[in-house]
């Protein structure tokens, strides 16, 4: 008999995701399972009043088990609902004594430190969830990211972070790959350097990239500017393919996403080449760089490999305007006219604020398709 009690009551454990009604069956007098159970009627249908049936499963759960977390959250919601505050409170802090583990007590928790303005103590418990439970993090990480506009958060946060709690490193790689606050968090990592808090590369060009993708490209050529030294916005940049990182800013040379073209950036020593090769009929951008050019002429100029197409197919150089303007087209010669060198001009008009630097590939009806490589491109202001 013992056995078979034994073997019911594991097995309810889990049924219980399941079904736990059936679970309850199976394990009646489990109060962590009735708890569930409790939970899971409160979920379908919220009520309120403290003789529900809910209420009833989450009472007799805690008398078969007092620590029974899934139980005392019914009992505090319920009492939110009523308007019971005192009551919720007094639930919830006992639910957050007794378990370290259960999120919902943890959130309340985390509210109940906010609504008394209390920085340090909504913290601790954000720390505590993220510690305990792997959901919190897609629930706590927006709101704490959202939060970095604040300064007096960030003041706070940084303590939690120096401790190297484990969330640390995934919290560092969201508030820059998300952009829901990348001021924020660049001012996070700025005032973080007295603990050895810095950005990644790959961090770096995402809160770079966040800010131009909200249209505050003065903020993120700034911030680019700190930690590429000696950009200039009359140039462009890494004339020989040479940055050899994982994640590239928009102001660093891009391949394209087209996945019918093979575009690569391959290193050789201390340069790159940019090896491209394109299928018949096909065209499309195969590198681009952003930039933020000044009024005025510009000289774009470079060399290539490997180029034998007629004129009609050979891939081209394109800058074009923030709205959409072509500002011109530089074709590429085949690579054995003068050694593949080529050049161009440029001209950018008063009221182009930004533009994007773009080879493209056009299509062709060569049974080999066009390929090629890159050994060099940089755009100079002629002035």
């Not at 249908?45 to 005392?72: I, M």
């Not at 007590?105 to 913290?123: F, N, Q, T």
Request: aromatic residues 8%; neutral net charge; contains cysteine.
């Amino acid at each position: 008999m013992l056995s078979y009690i034994g073997t019911a009551s594991s097995l309810a454990h889990v049924v219980v995701k399941a079904d736990p009604a059936q679970a309850h069956l199976m394990a009646p007098d489990n109060g962590v399972i009735l708890a569930d159970y409790a939970q899971t009627s409160f979920t379908r249908r919220p009520v309120k009043e403290a003789n529900s049936a809910p209420a009833n499963l989450a009472r007799e759960a805690l008398l078969a088990e007092p620590t029974a977390a899934d139980a005392l959250t019914v009992l505090g919601f319920q009492a939110q609902l009523r308007g019971d505050t005192a009551q919720a409170d007094r639930i919830f802090s006992y639910s957050t004594a007794i378990s370290r583990r259960e999120l919902r007590p943890r959130l309340w928790a985390i509210e109940e430190s906010i609504a008394r303005g209390d920085i340090a103590g909504a913290l601790r418990n954000y720390d505590i969830a993220l510690r305990t439970s792997n959901d919190a993090l897609g629930l706590l990480f927006p709101s704490l990211t959202a939060a970095l506009a604040e300064p007096r958060i960030r003041a706070a946060l940084l303590p939690v972070l120096d401790s190297d709690p484990v969330w640390k490193d995934s919290f560092l790689g969201y508030i820059a790959k998300t952009g829901i606050e990348p001021e924020g968090a660049i001012a996070l990592f700025r005032e973080g350097r007295a603990i050895g808090l810095e950005a990644s590369e790959d961090a770096q060009a995402n809160l770079v990239n966040a800010l131009f993708g909200q249209n505050k490209r003065s903020e993120a050529w700034a911030y680019y500017r700190t930690f590429r030294s000696g950009a200039r916005r009359d140039l462009s940049r890494d004339p020989n393919f040479a940055l050899n990182t994982a994640v590239k800013s928009v102001f660093d040379w891009q391949t394209g996403t087209d996945m019918r073209l093979s575009a690569a950036i391959l290193q050789q020593g201390n340069r790159g080449i940019l090896d491209f090769s394109v299928p018949p009929s096909v065209g499309g951008a195969l590198v681009s760089q952003a930039q933020l050019l000044p009024p005025g002429p510009y000289r774009l100029e470079g060399q290539s490999r490997g180029i034998d197409q007629p004129e009609r197919s050979r891939p081209y150089w394109s800058l074009t305007c923030q709205d959409g303007r072509e500002l011109g087209r530089i074709v590429l010669p085949n690579s054995d006219q003068d050694s593949g060198r080529f050049t161009g001009r440029f001209d950018v008009p008063a009221g182009c604020v930004s533009q994007t630097l773009t080879l493209v590939a056009r299509s062709t009806d060569d049974i080999m398709g066009v390929s090629g490589q890159i050994e060099k491109a940089r755009l100079i202001p002629l002035s």
